[in-house]
C-alpha cells in the first residue's frame, strides 16, 4: 500500500532537464524520436513520485510537437499527475526549449501520458493513492482534464463510426489536392525487426516506453520521407499510440509502418508493433499501435507541397477506413491551419 490515501497533483510535480544532441550537429533540428523518449522519462518520474510503485507506459495520447528543437538546445520537461484510474496514472507533460545563445526559455510542446502502476507480480497495481483537487493551480488542472475528455470523446467518436460501417465508396476518399504522382498505401509500406539490448528494459525486464517511441517515430519519418522523396521532413503530432503489451528482452520485435493520408504539406502515418517470444513471427501478437503526422517543408524551413498522392481505388477495405478516420480529422485541422 502507498504511504498516502490520497495526493494532489501538486504533489508529483518533477521535471528532466538536459542539452540534447551533439556538438558537430549544433543548430541542426533534432528528430522527435528523442524527445518523446524524455517525455516517457518526465512522465515516469512525476507517476512514481505519486504511487512510490514500478511503472509501464500504457498511451501517449496526442502530443503536439510544434516548435524546433535543435542539437545543443537546453531541454527541459515538466511533469505532474493529472487523472488517477484504478491502476493507471495520467500525466500532463510540457516541453521548453532554450537555444544555446539566449537567454529566455520557451514553451515547445506538451501531452498526456498514461502509466501503469505495476506489482512484484508484474501484474496491474490498484494499491495506488486517489487524486485530490485542493489548491486553486490544481484545480485548473482538473479543468484541463476535462476538457482533455470532450476531445478524446469526439476522436472516439469518428473512430467507432468508421468501425461500424461495412462499405467505403471510393467516392467518399475525397483527395484536395492536385498530385504529380500516385502510390497505393500497400506501396508506401516500410518494415524493420530488431531485439532490444539490456540498457533499454526496466527492472522488471520490459522495453522502456520510450525507448519504443522513439524507434516508432524514427520509422515514421523514414516512412514519410520515402513517399514523399524529401528529406526534409519532421514529426509535428502523434496519438492513439497504446502499449498493448509489454515487449521483453527475448523479444523478436517487428515494425510495419504504412502511409495513410496526405493532406497539402503534411501526411499520416500508422505503425503496428509485433512480437513472438520464439523468434517466430507467424506466431506474434501485436503489441503497439501509433499514428504520426508528419510535415514536409523546404531548405528554408518553409512549409512545402507534397506532390504525391495515395491511390485509394486499389486499397483494401483496412486501409479506406484509416483514410476515411484521419480525412474527418483533417477537415478539422483544415480549419485551424489552412496551409496544412
Known amino acids: 500500500m502507498s504511504d498516502t490515501l490520497t495526493k494532489t497533483p501538486t504533489d508529483s510535480e518533477s521535471y528532466i532537464a538536459e542539452i540534447v544532441g551533439e556538438e558537430s550537429l549544433r543548430g541542426e533540428r533534432i528528430g522527435a524520436g528523442k524527445m518523446l523518449h524524455l517525455m516517457d522519462l518526465a512522465a515516469a518520474t512525476a ?59 520557451l514553451p515547445a510542446h506538451s501531452g498526456v501520458i498514461t502509466m501503469v502502476s505495476i506489482d512484484e507480480n508484474k501484474k496491474p497495481n490498484p494499491n495506488i493513492p486517489k487524486l485530490v483537487y485542493l489548491s486553486e493551480k490544481d484545480v485548473e488542472r482538473k479543468s484541463f482534464v476535462e476538457n482533455r475528455e470532450k476531445l478524446k470523446a469526439e476522436r472516439k467518436k469518428i473512430v467507432s463510426e468508421i468501425a461500424a460501417l461495412n462499405d467505403i465508396p471510393i467516392e467518399a476518399l475525397k483527395d484536395f489536392y492536385h498530385r504529380k504522382s500516385y502510390v ?3 506501396q508506401t509500406e516500410l518494415k524493420i525487426q530488431k531485439v532490444f539490448l539490456p540498457k533499454n528494459v526496466n527492472s522488471l525486464g520490459i522495453v522502456f516506453g520510450g525507448e519504443t517511441i522513439e524507434l516508432m517515430e524514427e520509422l515514421a519519418l523514414a516512412t514519410a520521407r520515402q513517399f514523399s522523396g524529401n528529406f526534409q521532413m519532421v514529426t509535428i503530432a502523434m496519438e492513439d499510440v497504446y502499449f498493448l503489451k509489454p515487449l521483453y528482452l527475448n523479444n523478436l520485435v517487428e515494425m510495419i509502418s504504412m502511409v495513410t493520408f496526405v493532406g497539402n504539406t503534411t501526411l499520416t502515418v500508422d505503425i ?15 503489441t503497439n499501435k501509433g499514428t504520426f503526422t508528419i510535415l514536409n517543408y523546404d531548405r528554408s524551413g518553409r512549409k512545402k507541397t507534397i506532390s504525391t498522392g495515395l491511390n485509394m481505388n486499389e486499397s483494401d ?7 476515411l478516420q484521419e480525412q474527418k480529422k483533417y477537415k478539422i485541422i483544415k480549419k485551424i491551419d489552412p496551409q496544412s
Open 47 to 105: 507517476a512514481w513520485k505519486h504511487a512510490r510503485t514500478p511503472l509501464v507506459t500504457l498511451a501517449f495520447d496526442r502530443i503536439e510537437l510544434l516548435n524546433m528543437i535543435c542539437h545543443m538546445d537546453y531541454v527541459k520537461y515538466e511533469a505532474y499527475v493529472i487523472k488517477v484510474g484504478k491502476t493507471s496514472i495520467c500525466v500532463k507533460v510540457d516541453g521548453f526549449v532554450k537555444s544555446p545563445t539566449e537567454m529566455e526559455i
Open 184 to 186: 497505393t498505401p500497400k
Open 272 to 286: 503496428i508493433v509485433k512480437t513472438c517470444d520464439s523468434f517466430d513471427l507467424s506466431n506474434s501478437h501485436i
Open 317 to 323: 477495405f483496412e486501409s479506406r477506413k484509416l483514410y
